[in-house]
């Protein structure tokens, strides 16, 4: 007696495809839930620190902080400053991405140049971006264009490595199947490295937005500029704790619902085509 099984049907797949998908929808309630757990956690012990310590000119409650946030907001001051700070953030990353970017493919493409840059890059790399600030400050003065330059020292590093090893994981076989056709080197730019290379240049670009979003804050910090950095600078100088505090957390809510709404998905969605090809 044979027994033969039916193959699966493209119907059957389907079905497999959309219970598959509405299990993981399913289970990201779940790990939303997992991840609050510890801030549940540290909101109580917060309030029981300060509770404990009893002075606000040291660590401020929770309910202390709110208000001093929710001040700032009715005032208009930390909108005005999370305007700013953003829209520093995307003017430079905008203009680390242009700049570096072909800059990237280029030594990507030419490994001898590449050996003799990677090394310099790597050595400068070491120097963290706050340590530059007083130069960038003799350079250009307690202006903005101080940030723009700490931004861009700070956001180039990860886009440059992040992009030249895309296109250097790209197979010499799909190049060599366009040279016997005749194409240039701008035609496989733009028919091979670029695509080939956009899940690399992607996660650059999201490194770049994260490192770029400290060193802005540093930054007007140090420069004061405007943005978050001065708010800051100006709760340290009157001793408003309860102030720096709000604004910290502020400062991370802000770059955790851009990344979570905008970069990480975009990776996602970039990395989910790229291998299914």
């Known amino acids: 007696m044979t ?33 609050a757990i510890p801030f549940a956690v ?30 700032l907001v009715t005032r208009g001051i930390l909108p005005a400053a999370a305007q700013s700070s953003f829209t520093t953030l995307l003017i430079g990353t905008g203009i680390t991405v242009a700049v570096v ?10 490994t001898t140049a590449a050996g003799l840059i990677q090394p310099m890059v790597r050595f400068i790399s070491n120097v963290p971006a706050i340590a530059l600030i007083p130069l960038f400050i003799v350079w250009l003065g307690f202006t ?29 076989v799909y190049v060599n199947g366009l040279k016997p056709l005749g194409a240039g080197t701008l035609h ?8 080939g290379a956009t899940p690399g240049i ?26 978050l950095g001065e708010l800051l600078s100006r709760a340290r100088s009157t001793n408003q ?13 802000l770059f955790l619902v851009i990344d979570r709404l905008f970069l990480f998905p975009w990776e996602q969605i970039v990395a989910g085509r790229w291998s299914s090809l």
């Open 101 to 110: 970017l072909p800059l990237a493919i280029l030594l990507a493409l030419n």
């Open 241 to 253: 704790i309860d102030e720096i505090v709000a604004v910290m957390i502020v400062i991370s809510i």
């Open 42 to 71: 540290l909101l109580p012990l917060w309030q029981l620190t300060a509770e404990r310590i009893d002075d606000d000119t040291i660590v401020p409650g929770p309910a202390r902080v709110a208000d001093a946030a929710a001040e």
């Open 3 to 35: 027994v033969t099984t039916a193959p699966l049907t493209t119907r059957g797949d389907g079905g497999q495809r959309a219970a598959l998908h509405r299990f993981r929808v399913s289970g990201r309630p779940r790990v939303w839930l997992l991840q």
């Open 202 to 227: 992607v996660v650059g670009i999201r490194l770049a937005f994260s490192y770029g979003w400290r060193s802005v804050v540093a930054g007007e910090l140090i420069i004061g500029s405007g943005g």
């Open 144 to 172: 903005e264009k101080a940030v723009y330059a700490t931004l861009v020292y700070t956001a180039a590093i990860p886009l440059l490595f992040s992009a030249m090893t895309g296109v250097q994981k790209i197979p010499q």
């Open 188 to 195: 496989t730019i733009r028919a091979v490295y670029l695509p």
